[in-house]
């Protein structure tokens, strides 16, 4: 059973187009967030929901826009997207309330090449 | 400076051999530290949690912090090929959720 599961795994599209990815956590957490890792392997944090409410929004151009339906799901959808764009997008999940400080669980990622 | 600073390497051992990895930070405030694993296209896998200051010990993983020098370390025993990967620190401040990574040290070890 994946704890935490991302889809698609690949995802190959012209610069300027609209997607989505998908997460979704069977874990039971509260707290879920999404990763960029560039080129060079540095990863870094976009978004934090708790329980369907945005916590974190760090330095993220608004073509970036994170929905939560859930507490189990946290989906990102990107429009026009661009070369810079291109990257590995990691969904990750943790216990408890925000703030708790708990460790946080990574999906595999999903690898976003802009043409 | 980088808030977490850690050598990509490449690091590589003989099996067997006692693998230490490291990570120095610049902001006071984390208290929370880990390392994780990342095969190559996997995501990142916890290894160790940390609180403040100590040593903790998993298996063949011994994770180290000294808050005074700002340093972490997690040391690997008889290293095997399968620990091949690479290694991420990261650091959290009380009550935040973000998470600050190093770049990642990436291992390998030789049968």
């Known amino acids: 059973d994946t704890a935490v599961s991302q889809t698609p795994k690949y995802l190959v599209t012209q610069m300027g187009n609209d997607k989505s990815i998908k997460c979704e956590q069977n874990l039971g957490h509260d707290t879920m967030y999404w990763y960029k890792q560039d080129s060079k392997k540095f990863l870094k944090i976009m978004f934090s929901y708790n329980n369907k409410e945005l916590i974190i929004n760090e330095t993220v151009p608004n073509r970036f826009s994170p929905k939560s339906p859930d507490k189990a799901h946290l989906n990102l959808h990107i429009n026009s997207l661009e070369l810079g764009d291109s990257a590995v997008y990691f969904c990750?999940?943790?216990?408890?309330?925000?703030?708790?400080?708990?460790?946080?669980?990574f999906g595999d990622g999903t690898r976003l090449s802009i043409l | 400076q980088k808030e977490v600073e850690q050598d990509p390497g490449p690091l590589s051992v003989p099996e067997g051999a006692i693998v230490s990895l490291n990570c120095t930070y610049s902001?006071?405030?984390?208290?929370?530290f880990m390392w994780y694993r990342q095969y190559s296209r996997k995501g990142p896998e916890l290894l160790m949690y940390?609180?403040?200051?100590g040593n903790k010990e998993d298996g063949r993983f011994t994770a180290q912090v000294d808050k005074s020098s700002k340093y972490i370390s997690l040391f690997i025993r008889d290293s095997q090929p399968s620990d091949s990967a690479t290694y991420l620190c990261?650091?959290?401040?009380?009550?935040?959720?973000?998470?600050?990574f190093g770049k990642g040290t990436k291992l390998t070890v030789n049968p």
């Open positions: 990261a650091m959290l401040q009380g009550g935040s959720e973000k998470l600050v």
């Open positions: 940390t609180y403040s200051s």
């Open positions: 990750a999940s943790s216990p408890g309330q925000f703030g708790s400080n708990q460790p946080q669980h």
């Open positions: 902001n006071s405030a984390f208290q929370y």
